[in-house]
């Protein structure tokens, strides 16, 4: 999953003849698309001409390929392209960025003490993340008519990206306070009430949330709130609303998205009880909170969003595509099984598109609903080693 | 063949437990015990189980045909798996180890009996005999039958009442044990009980252990100290905590008809009760040097497995298990590819059966089991340990094939670093009945001694 970019000075170096650039530049254009304009070949297509150029231009992946005895002449279907383990970007440089072309670095929040993943970024490829993400987040977060949403106040539960500068999701963050006007409105409230200490935790400044909660919740000609955090931080915060003997009623529109799992750093939660909680202590209705399943090693995310028989499914962006393999054979799981997540996310142009995740989920007919993680799946470093 | 309802394990699901029912459970075990089993001689409780544990041998035995019936649903073993199973744990009930066990433990086969003297105890003018708890508490953990069913065995043995409380879903075998007793004997089956709950389960535990003297469990250090805490301070208490196993093979055997029979002893490890007790291999350390290298014996291993799936199969697996094995092997595969003369792995074809890895990094790895081994190569035995230093004081077995020559010498190397029991490698997974559990006694943790100096 993902933790914490970083900010070397970009290079101007120019890429755009590069097919992969050109791919990028191509997937932009095609994520910006207004919905009539004439579009790109179908994901199909798109996948196998992005396997042949990773294949060609990533060495790493290239070996992993070649070791399983697949070249892109072979490949038929975006299904049999091979998909690298999430933990690989642990050990290998899964990128076909040259070092002095990346600007930044995503890490995986892994356990302490182990080496962490590492999902390596140009502007060009941060480009191409930030158009899915906020296309993402738009359609699934704030809506298309943007009613609202910009004069909404955010509230960034992660510390800022100075200081967590290798989180993809605080990056995420950034992009869409940015998006919206953050930046260029420097006499806004401050909108990230986290922090980190010395030793790297997270930290959030409850006193101040419960001060911007208070503020904005006065009145119906409030504006609406925008919550965005972890699953952790949002467990932590109902616990304190509990403890002080909280509770808000934010003005309609109000809405949360939590993202990710529990790590280990709270008590754990099921989320329909998380939810409950947040709905009970901030006056948010269920369906205004919205979860996203992203990952460091990803470029595009999921949200649950209403399926078909009105339950609450993920769904990636049409640029990203998933499937649920049972973990016995490999192979796609049928409707109502559980199997491991593995995505095939086009937006990953520098890195590697097939990414297996450690994730087990199950299949629904139009969506797929998470179960949790693979137990011990990674072989543990001995310092690590509990019997 | 339907089991009658003797235990409380044999109520239908929907019967829920009270303190109360297992309060009075434990008052009827031990008026029972008072009335049948205080006074039976150890030579007659002997004959019994010895008796018992011929029966479940044979292929007509009702309680193995139900247990290799029903096990495969309810404990994820599959038939040859647990009848290979069955055979091994019921096969070392004999009268012969019965008293080699009493011997070892106690110095005399009478010893539980009568007040008795060894020779040399006779020559200082002492005797001795050896008084077990009134009422014994077993807590089982869910994986393996042999734990629990030995720890029934000595209980019978030493003649307590006892209750034995299994994780929920996970009765079967030892309920078939119980009932197999109780058909043999119905005196010696009433002095028994087998229940199913959650653990957890604070009020049933407390009516429990409130009137137990000694408690047996098996599981996580977090389950131990869990019952630990919740036991009276005068309530003996032998927690097994989880414990780790490996293989050493020296390299001078590793040689033509020699290493193939090695080869088909390591599978032998891997692949008995799927790999899942504390007695089983995570790792072999293979040694360098042999005729047939630690990379190739890592390949035939493989082959071997394959095979013993055909003839012993592995069984299905919850998706969180095969995805834990799918997953390692994503990481491996991915090393081999990039570091191909360091890291090999074989895997079953289109399953998770089995999974063979090969490393030259020394240091020990935590399998994810159910048939998922570890081949490193090693320079000797020293290398190995230094490998396996960071689980040491927490090592159950070391099973090892080497020259017999040097057999004494490693063992001592083995038993100065720490391991408890050291055995031919293949017999990893069968410990004797005599067999010092994490090395404490077998039977001398349950007695309280009565010593008699005479004049």
Known sequence: ?387 | MNLPNYFLADLPPEAVLSPAMIAEACQALKRNREQYLASRSTESLVKTLSRVADEWLLEENPFRQMALRLGPEQTGFSRETLARGLDQFFGQLTRDHFHALLVQELGDVKRLDALCSTPEEQRHRRGSIANAPEFQVHIAAGTLPNPVWTSMVFGLLTRSAQFVKCASGASLLPRLFAHSLYEADPKLGACLEVAEWRGGAAALESALFAEADCVTATGSDETLAAVRALLPVRTRFLGYGHRVSFGFIAGEDLYGASAKKIIARAADDVVAWNQLGCLSPHVLYVQQGGAVSPEQFAAQLAEELERREQSEPRGPLPAETAAAIALRRGIYEVRAAHSPETTQHWCSPGSTAWTVVYEMDTRFQMSCLNRFIYVKAVADLTAALQGADPIRGKVSTVGIAVPEDRAAEIATQLARWGATRICPLGQMQRPPLTWRHDGRPALGDLVTWTDWEQL
Not at chain 1, 66 to 93: C, D, M, N, Y
Not at chain 1, 166 to 193: C, D, I, N, Q, W
Not at chain 1, 256 to 281: C, F, I, W
């Open chain 1, 1 to 387: 999953m993902r933790a914490g970019c970083r900010g070397k000075p970009a290079l101007k170096k120019h890429r755009m003849n590069h097919p992969l650039s050109s791919f990028a530049a191509r997937l932009r254009a095609e994520i910006a698309r207004p919905p009539a304009a004439p579009g790109l070949p179908p994901f199909p297509e798109l996948a196998l001409e992005l396997f042949a150029l990773q294949f060609q231009h990533n060495a790493a992946y290239r070996r992993i390929c070649e070791a399983r005895g697949v070249t892109p002449s072979g490949v038929l279907h975006w299904t049999q392209i091979p998909a690298v383990p999430a933990a690989a970007f642990k050990e290998l440089e899964l990128t076909s960025l040259a070092p002095e072309e990346r600007t930044a670095v995503f890490h995986s929040s892994g356990t302490t003490g182990q080496t962490p993943g590492r999902h390596f970024h140009g502007p060009e490829s941060l480009a191409l993340y930030e158009a899915s993400l906020w296309s993402g987040f738009e359609s699934n977060v704030t809506g298309h008519s943007g009613a609202g949403s910009a004069a909404s106040r955010l509230l960034i539960l992660t510390p800022p990206p100075a200081q967590v500068p290798h989180s993809s999701l605080v990056h995420m963050f950034e992009t869409v306070r940015r998006k919206r006007g953050g930046a260029s409105l420097p006499a806004r409230p401050p909108e990230y009430f986290g922090n980190t200490t010395a030793a790297g935790v997270w930290t959030m400044d409850f006193e101040a949330i419960v001060e911007a909660l208070s503020e904005k919740a006065d009145g119906a000609s409030s504006p609406p709130q925008l919550l965005l955090g972890t699953a952790f931080s949002f467990v932590h915060l109902v616990d304190y609303l509990a403890e002080k003997n909280r509770q808000f009623v934010l003005p309609p529109g109000s809405r949360v998205m939590e993202t990710g799992g529990y790590k280990n750093r709270s008590r754990t939660m099921p989320k329909s009880q998380l939810h409950a909680l947040l709905t009970d202590r901030l006056g948010i209705p269920p369906e205004n909170i919205l979860c996203e399943y992203g990952m460091s090693e990803l470029s595009s995310q999921a949200y649950d969003t209403p399926g078909a028989h009105s339950e609450r499914l993920f769904h990636f962006p049409p640029w990203a595509r998933v499937q649920i393999l049972s973990p016995e054979t490999g192979r796609e799981v049928g409707v109502g099984e559980t199997g491991l997540v593995r995505v095939f996310d086009l937006a990953n142009v520098f890195s590697v598109a097939a990414v297996q995740t450690e994730d087990l989920a199950l299949r629904h007919p139009d969506g797929f609903s998470l179960m949790g993680r693979a137990p011990l799946a990674e072989p543990r470093g001995c310092s690590l080693l509990t019997i």
